[in-house]
């Protein structure tokens, strides 16, 4: 059973970097065809996905945080990470790390989130 | 981006009620879209994908129909355990994007 746990600070200073890390258990990071990804959450509204990486450090980042945002991978820890710089109060939220799993159906590709972490609130304040 | 939206924004049911959510998506997504259950204070579980394939250890009165930019959650007789807010998702392009979600509460 692939298990994902977030950890990092949940009080970060406005303009400092928000830095949080997905440990990933119950199955190897390096396998094929999953993108490690994360997703964000403000209070009490809806999901945002962030972007993923793929083991091989190939990334995608959502146009609207991309000047902002890394997301990294270390394979022998079977971890990844997330770094999003300059943050503001509106960066506070629930951030989840996720598996997405993309393969090949018989007429299409699939595409869908299987596993998530239980999330981590992160606050943005002074 | 493409927008997706949903409605109702929330509804109340009773155990045993059929209940159906509706998401719309700002463009055409072919059946690229899938359907997430939240319950509160947990992160989201994935129900279906593609559309219409049931999510392996998801019981089958979950079902999704759709396709093109009009698509349908059915929960056939509602049990206690899926009072919870549903958000579907649009895979079709990048940046994947997540509709408003639709809260499920007990009449």
């Known amino acids: 059973q692939v298990q994902l746990q977030e950890s990092g600070p949940g009080l970060v200073k406005p303009s400092q970097t928000l830095s949080l890390t997905c440990t990933v258990s119950g199955g190897s990071i390096s396998s094929g065809g999953y993108y490690w990804s994360w997703i964000r959450q403000h209070p009490g509204k809806g999901l945002e996905w962030i972007g993923y990486i793929y083991y091989s450090g190939s990334t995608y980042y959502n146009p609207s945080l991309k000047s902002r945002v890394t997301i990294s991978v270390d394979t022998s820890k079977n971890q990844f990470s997330l770094k999003l710089s300059s943050v503001t109060a509106a960066d506070t939220a629930v951030y989840y790390c996720?598996?997405?799993?993309?393969?090949?159906?018989?007429?299409?590709?699939?595409?869908?989130?299987?596993?998530w972490g239980q999330g981590t609130l992160v606050t943005v304040s002074s | 981006a493409i927008q997706m939206t949903q409605s109702p924004s929330s509804l109340s049911a009773s155990v045993g009620d059929r209940v159906t959510i509706t998401c719309r998506a700002s463009q055409g997504i072919r059946n690229d879209l899938g359907w997430y259950q939240q319950k509160p204070g947990k992160a989201p579980k994935l129900l279906i994908y593609a559309a219409s394939s049931l999510q392996s250890g998801v019981p089958s009165r979950f079902s999704g129909s759709g396709s093109g930019t009009d698509f349908t959650l059915t929960i056939s007789s509602l049990q206690p355990e899926d009072f919870a807010t549903y958000y579907c998702l649009q895979d079709y392009n990048y940046p994947f994007t997540f509709g408003p979600g639709t809260k499920v509460d007990i009449k």
């Open positions: 996720a598996r997405l799993v993309i393969r090949l159906g018989e007429l299409s590709l699939f595409r869908y989130f299987d596993y």
